[in-house]
Each structure stands twice: as structure tokens, then as C-alpha cells.
């Protein structure tokens, strides 16, 4: 009973937040960093915030992840941090070599007001960037959004590296949003089933899901490399996956390289994905391969083998917006009912694209951007769902409630493995589900009278 004291009062709270459904800024730039190749992503504030930076993102990763400070002490605080910047961009290419330093600020940066592009310059006429390296910047400052914004900015970033030529290169760029390392490596291979040539940024395959080899390597070989990022601005078109994570990065390219761009869900689920394949190939001009269709249609069988036992099942479901986007309209097109859907995101948009998606259903969704994982629990108290669908911040929930728990999204700090297993796509859909349903029965052979329990379910 570790939430006992939640009531099933629901109170109306303004300047009280208790258990965010967020974290902060800069973690979600520190991962979109670690998707360029050569990059070591660098937090522009105290040890004590990139110390938590990097924990939280091994521990859901299970990886080493590599990160340097400008490390602030009592001076930087009050006088800027410039001088610890440059010296920290000098430290990492002489001592570390990477290609890239991307640096994120932090809330004592930004409150300083400390200006990015200006101490890279100083940074550049001082001789400490070497020739063929580059240094990028986002704002990170904690205080507004969440590390979804933070990913959106550093993605951003990431398009500004953009160098139009003028002459379309036939590549489309894909912003696949904040996905596990897998997702990112089934994106890239449905893409090239469909036969299309895409620049993926950022790209954590291969980074954070690398084969141990018994040597370690602080730059494995994945991530989207620096000459793909300058060619972006020639590409034909642009693919954003998510509004939240991607949208900025593409309207920036169009506006700016004249590459135009078209704003998607996440390819969670059967219709996501077919919109997806569907844009791809039109942006690209090429059919769609029977391979893709046969694939396509493995996931509609499953749906109509399970049907029965997903229909009607009551969810709850919390995380980040463009992920619960997708998912809702997921589990709606299963006949299920997403009853209560939570992010700590802000963005009342949010709230009206869910229930524009749960619309015209048989049950009233409750929907709350910038919320908490403390309201989720008493929605949940007043009327028990069947399933929870979440990060690990909702297993105090399960264990409380009794009621099975998928664990998906970020952060998942007490399992293993989902790095490496897709849940976008089609082939994703086969593993959700498959997730699902083993939950329902697992809880069902454990609840059912001896009368009732049966070998063939
Ligand atoms: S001070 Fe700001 S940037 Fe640092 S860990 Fe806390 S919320 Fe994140």
C-alpha cells in the first residue's frame, strides 16, 4: 500500500503538482544528442544536473551514457558561465575527440541568460573547435515544458545544421520523435522495404542498443552523421512523426530550405502506420512492396484473432503526448476503451486531440496535459480499469490496484530489454499485442475458480 494516503477526492489544484507524468528538459536533449554519430552530448550547468541526465537515461537504456558538464561552481552562477564553456569545448575535442559537442543549457544557465551561439563563437575565434568538428546548442531551461521539449529543441538544432544546395538530393527526411533505439531501426527498415532513401534524425540505433564486443567505444557506429544533416536541406520532403517531438524541426526546414513537410503520428498501431507508409511512398513516388502488404496483413489477423478478448477492456494510460496520441487511437481501433489519459507535456491542444480520437465512443474519456501521476491514480480509484499502460512511475498504481501493468514509454527504470523490440510499425503492433494479451490471460489463470481454468484459452 505504498499510495495509501491518495484519496478518491479529486480536488481542483493549481500550484501543486504530485508525482509529475515529466521530467526535465535537457534529458530528452541528451538523448536526441546521443543520435547524432560522434556526438557527446554536453550540459551547460551544475554537475548535479547532468549527474541525474545521464542516470536516468543508463537506467532505462542500460547503457553507458556519455556526457560532460561545464560543471558550475559558485562563480559561474553569478557571473555567466562562459568561460567554463569554452574551456570544457577545448577539454572534450582534445582529450575525448568527438565529432560533435551538442550542449543543452539547464534552468541555472538559462536564468543566467548565458547566450549559446555567442560563446560558440568565441569558442570558434579562440581556436578551440578543430577544423572538421562542430559544436550545436539548444535552450533547455526545465522550468517550461518537458524533456519532451527539451527533444524537440535539440532536434531543431539538429535541422539548423541544414546546408541547401539547391539541388534536390531525392531523400526524404524522417523525424521519428522520442522512440526506443529499435523503433528507430524499424522505421529505417520499413523505409527501405518501401524502397525509400531517408535521412533519419535522430537515429539511437545502434548507439544505445550496440552489441557488447568487449571493447568499450565511446562513439559506437550508429547515429545520423554531420553530412547527413547538412544534405536534410536538400532533401525532397520531410516525414515528422509527432507534433510534440518533430513538428519544429520540420516547419524549420520548410520555412527555411523549402522542404516541405508533413506532420504524422507515431506509427504506433494498424492506421498510424498505414498513414506513414502511405505518405512515405507518395512523398517518394514508389509503391508500396508486397512484402509491406503481407506484413500489414499478419497484423490484421492478429487483431481479428484477439478481438474478442480486447473488446470492451477498460485502460488507463499515461506518458508522453505523442506517443499516447498514437496509442489511443491504437487500443480504440481494438474495440478498448481508453478511459483516462494523463501527460505532464502541457498543451491543452493535447487534451482536444484525444478527445477528438475518443469521440463518437461508447464511454467519456478524462484527459489531462501537464498532469500527475497522483490524479491518474484517483480516476483510477473512483472507477478500476482493466489495464494500465505507462512508464515505471505506474507500477505503485498496479501493486495498489491490482490491476496489470504494460510497461511502455519512458522512463522504464525496473525491466530490461524493451530497447531492442520495436513497438512501432507493423511488426511493433504484433509485439504490443502480443504484451496485451498475455496480460489479460496471465491475470485471468490467476484469478479463475478450478472450474473454470483452462488449458486451451
Ligand atoms: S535544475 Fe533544472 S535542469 Fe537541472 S536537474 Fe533540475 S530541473 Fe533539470
Redesign the pocket.
Known amino acids: 500500500m505504498l499510495l495509501k494516503h491518495t484519496t478518491k477526492e479529486v480536488a481542483d489544484r493549481k500550484a501543486l503538482m504530485i508525482n509529475p507524468a515529466k521530467t526535465?528538459?535537457?534529458i530528452g536533449a541528451m538523448y536526441a544528442a546521443l543520435g547524432i554519430h560522434g556526438c557527446l552530448p554536453h550540459s551547460h550547468?551544475?554537475q548535479?544536473?547532468c549527474s541525474?541526465?545521464r542516470s536516468t537515461l543508463t537506467r532505462h537504456y542500460k547503457e553507458p551514457i556519455p556526457a560532460a558538464t561545464s560543471s558550475f561552481t559558485e562563480g559561474a552562477s553569478v557571473f555567466g558561465g562562459q568561460a567554463n564553456l569554452v574551456q570544457a569545448i577545448d577539454n572534450i575535442f582534445t582529450v575525448y575527440e568527438p565529432e560533435v559537442i551538442a550542449v543543452h543549457t539547464?534552468?541555472?544557465s538559462e536564468t543566467i541568460g548565458d547566450d549559446l551561439p555567442q560563446i560558440f563563437d568565441k569558442a570558434k575565434k579562440d581556436g578551440k573547435v578543430p577544423d572538421g568538428c562542430t559544436v550545436l546548442g539548444a535552450p533547455?531551461p526545465?522550468?517550461v515544458g518537458s524533456h519532451v521539449t527539451g527533444f524537440s529543441n535539440m532536434v531543431k538544432a539538429m535541422a539548423q545544421l541544414a546546408e541547401p544546395t539547391g539541388v534536390k538530393n531525392g531523400k526524404v527526411n524522417v523525424i521519428p520523435g522520442w522512440v526506443e533505439p529499435a523503433d528507430m531501426g524499424e522505421i529505417k527498415r520499413l523505409a527501405e522495404l518501401v524502397g525509400v532513401d531517408i535521412t533519419l534524425f535522430p537515429d539511437t540505433s545502434g548507439v544505445l542498443d550496440a552489441p557488447l564486443t568487449g571493447e568499450y567505444s565511446m562513439f559506437p557506429q550508429g547515429g545520423v552523421t554531420i553530412p547527413e544533416l547538412k544534405g536534410a536541406g536538400d532533401a525532397i520532403g520531410t516525414l515528422a512523426l509527432g507534433e510534440w517531438c518533430s513538428a519544429d524541426a520540420a516547419r524549420w526546414l520548410d520555412s527555411k530550405c523549402k522542404v516541405p513537410c508533413t506532420i504524422l503520428d507515431m506509427p504506433f498501431g494498424l492506421a498510424a502506420t498505414d498513414r506513414f507508409v502511405d505518405v512515405l511512398r507518395t512523398v517518394a513516388g514508389v509503391n508500396v512492396p508486397d512484402t509491406v502488404t503481407h506484413e500489414r496483413g499478419q497484423l490484421v489477423d492478429l487483431i481479428s484473432d484477439m478481438h474478442q478478448y480486447f473488446y470492451g477492456k477498460k485502460v488507463a494510460l499515461w506518458g508522453d503526448p505523442d506517443q499516447l496520441i498514437a496509442m489511443t487511437e491504437f487500443l480504440i481501433s481494438l474495440d478498448m476503451q481508453p478511459l483516462y489519459v494523463v501527460t505532464g507535456t502541457p498543451g491543452k491542444k493535447f487534451e482536444k486531440r484525444i478527445q477528438e480520437i475518443c469521440a463518437d465512443q461508447p464511454f467519456e474519456v478524462k484527459v489531462k496535459a501537464k498532469g500527475d501521476m497522483f490524479l491518474m491514480h484517483q480516476w483510477v480509484k473512483n472507477e478500476s480499469v482493466d489495464l494500465l499502460i505507462g512508464n515505471t512511475y505506474g507500477k505503485y498504481i498496479a501493486r495498489d490496484e491490482d490491476i496489470p501493468f504494460l510497461r511502455w514509454g519512458f522512463p522504464i527504470l525496473d525491466r530490461q530489454g524493451h530497447q531492442y523490440f520495436p513497438t512501432v510499425g507493423y511488426k511493433g503492433g504484433l509485439r504490443l499485442l502480443e504484451k496485451m494479451l498475455d496480460l489479460f490471460l496471465d491475470r485471468k489463470d490467476r484469478d479463475d475458480p478450478e472450474q473454470t481454468f483452462e488449458l486451451v484459452l
Open positions: 526535465c528538459q535537457p550547468g551544475s548535479g544536473c541525474y541526465h539547464t534552468c541555472l533547455t526545465s522550468y
